[in-house]
């Protein structure tokens, strides 16, 4: 199956924009509910009237459940997709506002922000660029921050043959050629993130953390060109 998924990747032409009408479905089919349970499980951390940072947000369905989650925030939904986009404001938004931003992240204006959401984007960048996300955001952050991270777990030599078909998955969909398990966790500890709590979902393949900003002032890390 992996293999397969390598060759239509490298014979398909797709990107997010051409997939965007059945991305959704299309996730489920491969994944299950274990990327959906990810993205819901640390929404209830979020304080009534945050500023909330939505990272490479799809099709917009963490917008509904935000939603039902917390009351009064203003969300900044953050998405190179312009079909994308499109589909997310179409999504149902009763209790908070939506600010649509069709950029790429490394674009976005400087802009202090409660709470940053990054789900399943990370494991698509490379070591470098991660660290430069986490610099750049926590530049103009507020105090005690919180990041919420869903992504691909790093774990046993089966559930990591799986995880790479999913990565392949995503080559497929969005031109992705990262195939490697980023350390974020490290990553973020650098940048004075705490890990505050965890919890897998998938057979241990899918994780959903919560990262915590320190008080205290934290060094810059460089980029590593090794």
């Keep these: 199956m992996a293999y397969l998924f390598y060759q239509l990747s490298i014979y398909l032409s797709m990107d997010f924009d051409s997939i965007a009408p059945i991305y959704d479905r299309l996730a489920l089919w491969v994944f299950g509910e274990s990327l959906n349970l990810a993205k819901r499980e640390n929404l209830s951390r979020i304080e009534i009237g945050s500023s909330i940072l939505v990272i490479g947000g799809g099709t917009g369905e963490i917008i509904e459940y935000i939603d039902k989650s917390t009351s009064g925030c203003t969300i900044w939904f953050c998405e190179k997709s312009e079909q994308m986009i499109i589909r997310a404001k179409n999504r149902k938004v009763k209790h908070n506002t939506v600010r649509y931003l069709n950029t790429d992240v490394f674009n976005l204006p400087y802009r202090s922000y409660n709470v940053i959401i990054s ?14 996300l986490i610099d750049r955001l926590k530049e103009k952050s507020n105090n005690n921050q919180l990041w919420l991270v869903a992504d691909f777990k ?12 999913m990565y392949v998955f995503f080559a497929i969909t969005a031109k992705s050629r990262v195939f490697r398990f980023p350390n974020i966790d490290t990553i973020f500890k650098q940048a004075g993130f ?28 460089s980029p590593s060109y090794n």
């Design 119 to 132: 789900n399943f984007f990370m494991d698509m960048l490379s070591k470098n660029k991660i660290i430069q």
């Design 154 to 165: 790093n774990s046993s030599l089966i559930r990591n043959m799986f995880i790479k078909i």
């Design 194 to 221: 705490q890990c505050i709590t965890e919890k897998e979902f998938g057979y241990k393949t899918v994780f959903a953390r919560v990262y915590k900003h320190q008080n205290h002032k934290t060094a810059t890390i």
